[in-house]
């Protein structure tokens, strides 16, 4: 999937990996780059590669946070959405995740128990 020469110029090596990113930065950024455009999602698939039976599971995790929308058979972004602010989480939390380990719950130490509240 291209990038813009500006993304190119200023971003990180480590961050300019083609892949390893996950399915729903994938749709999410395929989606925004084509804000005025609404897709199916056998366009998607075939678009993004992500897998054909992963992409509807993806769809309705994105639309549940707001960040994309449908009608019918056909996707789009939420023009409301952030969406530059959420890949960007996204991105750096997959990238601590891959520096660091990903997080034990319960090395977090002692949960508040209800009695305290």
Do not use: C
Not at 50 to 78: C, M, P, Q, T
Request: no cysteine.
């Amino acid at each position: 999937m291209p990038i813009d020469i500006k993304q190119f110029e200023e971003s990180p090596s480590e961050e300019l990996r083609a892949s390893g990113r996950t399915n729903s930065e994938e749709i999410l950024s395929f989606l925004a780059s084509s804000p005025d455009q609404a897709y199916t999602p056998k366009e998607i698939h075939e678009a993004t590669d992500v897998k054909r039976g992963s992409v509807g599971v993806v769809l309705s995790r994105l639309e549940d946070r707001e960040l994309l929308r449908h009608r019918g058979e056909y996707w789009a972004i939420n023009a409301d959405a952030d969406v530059e602010t959420t890949l960007n989480s996204m991105s750096t939390a997959r990238s601590a995740t891959e520096r660091l380990g990903a997080e034990d719950p319960d090395e977090w130490g002692p949960g508040v128990d209800e009695t305290d509240t």
